[in-house]
């Protein structure tokens, strides 16, 4: 167990609102990740921190942002939530070399 | 630019019966690293191995085992006499250098029958 935690771990939304899911780690790591699941494509990488207000971009990020204030706390944010956006949504924390993950939270965009 | 493709989409076995899943990438970097990931039907994601590029040895695990070849770039996993238990999706990942640009397969979702 990474001490990851997610929330929330399920929602359901309308096209056009804001969202925010929140990673909360309790073990101090540098490096948080978001990832997105969907069919056919495994994860792909949304965004990434490499410590406190630091982030890039990573594969898919167009539509999210994300913030990291604490160490422990990294925010995935979607101004304007579009039925694309609907999927598992996946963050991670990398310990030594591999990463460990959160329980996912599944969000549907209606 | 990084890829992982694993072809295999479902496999179905009958318990005790060996398996291979193929994982194989693509990549310019020289440094790198592979990993495979287990998701069960409850949906959290397992970390099961990570590998180096410097490191070809195999290794094995238990019933898991792990071939890697970088002269065919492929990372395959091999589960020995395999149980209900393994039904699961495996992903074969891959990321740089700098490991933080982690790209994975598509996943191959693993079905044993009793």
């Known amino acids: 167990d990474a001490g990851i935690t997610q929330s929330p771990r399920h929602k359901v939304t309308e096209t056009g609102t804001p969202v925010t899911l929140r990673c909360h780690q309790t073990?101090?790591?540098?490096?948080m990740y978001w990832y997105r699941q969907d069919p056919g494509h495994g994860l792909r990488l949304i965004h990434y921190s490499y410590g406190v207000k630091d982030t890039d971009k990573g594969e898919v990020s167009d539509g999210y942002s994300v913030s990291r204030s604490k160490t422990e706390d990294f925010l995935l944010t979607l101004e304007s939530a579009t039925s694309s956006q609907t999927s598992v949504y996946f963050c991670?924390?990398?310990?030594?070399?591999?990463?460990?993950f959160g329980p996912g939270t599944r969000l549907t965009v209606l | 630019a990084q890829k992982v493709t694993q072809a295999q989409t479902e496999i179905s076995v009958v318990e005790k019966e060996d398996v291979t899943l193929d994982c194989v990438y693509e990549t310019r970097d020289t440094t790198y690293y592979l990993f495979w990931y287990k998701q069960p039907p409850s949906g959290e994601l397992v970390f099961l191995i990570r590998?180096?590029?410097?490191?070809?040895q195999n290794e094995i695990s238990g019933r898991y085992s792990w071939n890697f070849q970088k002269s065919t770039s492929s990372f395959n996993f091999t589960i020995t006499a395999s149980q209900v238990v393994d039904s699961a999706v495996y992903f074969c990942a891959l990321s740089g250098r700098n490991n933080n640009d982690m790209r994975f397969g598509a996943g191959t979702r693993l079905t044993v029958k009793p």
């Open positions: 073990e101090n790591h540098r490096y």
């Open positions: 590998r180096n590029s410097f490191d070809e």
């Open positions: 991670a924390i990398r310990g030594s070399d591999e990463q460990f």
